[in-house]
């Protein structure tokens, strides 16, 4: 089968597109065929080996976490899917495995059945960055009525965690760049903040949660606009940022997350409902084929895809099989 492979890790001129061995199906596990793949950062960072504290991927890799697709064979032991289920889930990509390939293999905690009414495309991108907004809000206590900001509302995660702040009834404040005012506006939120034009830090504001989807603040700053017990995300788990966390539980009643995403079979299930109650809607900059992912990966690193990017492996017709 054909795969989007990395041999060693480095920049984006390290992916190739290459025939692979179709992967064997092993009891617990289901055998996908991909027809859609969205691409997160976390597929960048593993690439160029920058993720120390989460591992290098086993070589040669697949790039790419989130898929959508349909089943091509159930293990033995796996419960509940048949041949020619429709699936959406994410892949463990230390392991080596990746979703940029015409199949996977998938163990049962990481996939579900993609609900009608969600395309494959927007169910490809789910898991990562909506996963990361549902459960980096619950991690800081989120409840209805809550007043909330959001660093990066216009990226995949920040826009999910507004999408879903906002049908909870918050007071959503979104952070983004002048090219997406718009579209942050669009999300439902009560005022948007232009980073490139004014700080969000000496806004007139204070919230009960600073959700730092584009990891471009720290609590030092984020706290002088939180409530006395304020919550401040942050989405990259750097050293500065745990320390904070460590520091802030003994010395306020502010608290720091540093938060890490887990995925589980529970989360990808709740992400398909919030997708087809029409919570979570991605939107999709661009799509790729295989031989285009090098080109996307650089230009989301530069911060020159606003949206997802999706890549749509080479046996899918140009048009997305509609559910
Ligand atoms: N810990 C975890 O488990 C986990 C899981 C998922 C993602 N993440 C991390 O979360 C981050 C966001 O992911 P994503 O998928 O949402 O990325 P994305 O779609 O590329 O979005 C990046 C966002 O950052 C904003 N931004 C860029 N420079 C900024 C600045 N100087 N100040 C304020 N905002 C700025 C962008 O705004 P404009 O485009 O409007 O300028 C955009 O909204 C990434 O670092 C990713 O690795 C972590």
């Given at each position: 089968m054909r795969a989007v492979i990395f041999e060693r890790c480095g920049d984006e001129s390290v992916l190739a597109v290459k025939d692979v061995p179709k992967p064997a199906c092993g009891p617990r596990e289901l055998l996908v065929r991909v027809t859609s793949v969205s691409l997160n950062p976390v597929d960048y960072k593993l690439r160029q080996g920058m993720l120390r504290f989460l591992g290098r991927p086993r070589l040669p890799a697949i790039t790419g976490k989130d898929f959508a697709g349909v089943v091509e064979f159930v293990g033995a032991e796996m419960r509940g899917?048949?041949?020619?289920?429709?699936?959406?889930?994410?892949?463990?990509?230390?392991?080596?495995?990746g979703a940029c390939a015409e199949y996977l293999v998938i163990t049962e905690d990481r996939v579900a059945r993609t609900p009608d009414g969600v395309t494959d495309e927007q169910a490809s991108c789910l898991c990562v960055a909506a996963g990361t907004a549902l459960r980096g809000l619950e991690s800081a206590g989120f409840a209805a009525g809550q007043s909330v900001l959001?660093?990066?509302?216009?990226?995949?995660?920040?826009?999910?965690?507004?999408?879903?702040?906002v049908r909870r009834g918050a007071k959503v404040t979104g952070v983004c760049g002048s090219n997406n005012v718009e579209?942050?506006?669009?999300?439902?939120?009560e005022r948007v903040v232009d980073y490139k034009r004014e700080d969000w830090a000496a806004i007139d504001s204070v919230y009960d949660i600073v959700f730092d989807a584009a990891a471009s603040s720290s609590f030092a700053v984020a706290r002088?606009?939180?409530?006395?017990?304020?919550v401040y995300v942050n989405t990259v788990p750097m050293p500065g940022v745990m320390l904070s966390s460590a520091w802030a539980r003994v010395t306020s009643?502010?608290?720091?997350?540093?938060?890490?995403?887990?995925?589980?079979h529970a989360l990808i299930e709740q992400l398909g409902a919030l997708a087809r109650e029409g919570v979570l809607v991605a939107r999709v900059a661009r799509t790729v084929d295989f031989?285009?992912?090098?080109?996307?990966?650089?230009?989301?690193?530069?911060?020159k895809i606003y949206g997802k990017a999706c890549v749509r492996p080479p046996s899918i017709a140009s048009q997305q099989p509609q559910p």
């Amino acid at each position: 089968m054909r795969a989007v492979i990395f041999e060693r890790c480095g920049d984006e001129s390290v992916l190739a597109v290459k025939d692979v061995p179709k992967p064997a199906c092993g009891p617990r596990e289901l055998l996908v065929r991909v027809t859609s793949v969205s691409l997160n950062p976390v597929d960048y960072k593993l690439r160029q080996g920058m993720l120390r504290f989460l591992g290098r991927p086993r070589l040669p890799a697949i790039t790419g976490k989130d898929f959508a697709g349909v089943v091509e064979f159930v293990g033995a032991e796996m419960r509940g899917y048949s041949v020619g289920d429709r699936v959406f889930g994410s892949v463990d990509s230390l392991t080596g495995a990746g979703a940029c390939a015409e199949y996977l293999v998938i163990t049962e905690d990481r996939v579900a059945r993609t609900p009608d009414g969600v395309t494959d495309e927007q169910a490809s991108c789910l898991c990562v960055a909506a996963g990361t907004a549902l459960r980096g809000l619950e991690s800081a206590g989120f409840a209805a009525g809550q007043s909330v900001l959001i660093t990066g509302a216009s990226g995949a995660v920040g826009a999910a965690a507004a999408q879903i702040a906002v049908r909870r009834g918050a007071k959503v404040t979104g952070v983004c760049g002048s090219n997406n005012v718009e579209y942050v506006r669009s999300l439902g939120v009560e005022r948007v903040v232009d980073y490139k034009r004014e700080d969000w830090a000496a806004i007139d504001s204070v919230y009960d949660i600073v959700f730092d989807a584009a990891a471009s603040s720290s609590f030092a700053v984020a706290r002088r606009r939180m409530t006395a017990k304020g919550v401040y995300v942050n989405t990259v788990p750097m050293p500065g940022v745990m320390l904070s966390s460590a520091w802030a539980r003994v010395t306020s009643r502010q608290r720091c997350i540093a938060f890490m995403l887990d995925m589980s079979h529970a989360l990808i299930e709740q992400l398909g409902a919030l997708a087809r109650e029409g919570v979570l809607v991605a939107r999709v900059a661009r799509t790729v084929d295989f031989e285009g992912v090098a080109d996307a990966q650089r230009a989301m690193a530069e911060g020159k895809i606003y949206g997802k990017a999706c890549v749509r492996p080479p046996s899918i017709a140009s048009q997305q099989p509609q559910p």
